[in-house]
């Protein structure tokens, strides 16, 4: 009996909802999801591959599974005619990973006021201080950086 991991596709946005059914099927479903900032909520839960969950079965044992329309699969992921799958350990070392960035302070990067970054911008390339933090994912930091033998305010 060899149990192993498949990727299954979602109905759009149904992430969430899939994996709940699933499981009150008494399917092994592995959905990653992680923290992000939320203006609205503060922080939010949202899927990591969006669209996307992993069922563990032995399809040798008791074939591939039949879905309910509740489950919301739209079938597994394929290249041609294989369906691929995925050793334990690389869902397990994901499933860490995920548990690390939610562990923090979700999925995006805050910088921290003083911290010193790197800005790239068409054909600027330099160092910058940050003066004022970003307060979420969709807003912009604040920065001192150096431009034409000055220092100037950017975001």
């Keep these: 009996m060899t149990r192993r ?8 946005h149904a992430d969430h909802l899939a994996a709940y059914e699933l499981g009150l099927d ?18 939010a ?35 041609g005619e294989e369906i691929p799958w995925l050793p334990d350990i690389i869902v397990e070392q994901l499933a860490d990973r995920v548990d690390a960035i939610n562990g923090g302070d979700g999925l995006w990067r805050r910088f921290k006021k003083g911290e010193t970054v790197r800005v790239v911008s068409g054909n600027l390339d330099s160092l910058a201080v940050i003066v ?7 807003s912009r930091a604040k920065v001192l950086l150096e ?9």
């Design 5 to 12: 991991w498949y990727v299954a596709r979602t109905e759009s």
């Design 45 to 79: 839960d949202v899927p990591l591959f969006p669209g996307y969950l992993f069922l563990r079965f032995d399809p040798e044992v008791s074939g591939w599974p039949v879905f309910r329309s509740a489950h919301r699969i739209r079938g597994f992921l394929r290249f």
């Design 147 to 155: 431009f034409m033998g000055g220092l100037v305010q950017a975001q």
């Design 132 to 138: 004022e933090e970003a307060k979420s994912p969709q």
């Design 26 to 43: 008494e399917f092994e479903v592995f959905s990653p999801r992680v923290k992000i900032a939320d203006a609205r909520v503060g922080k």
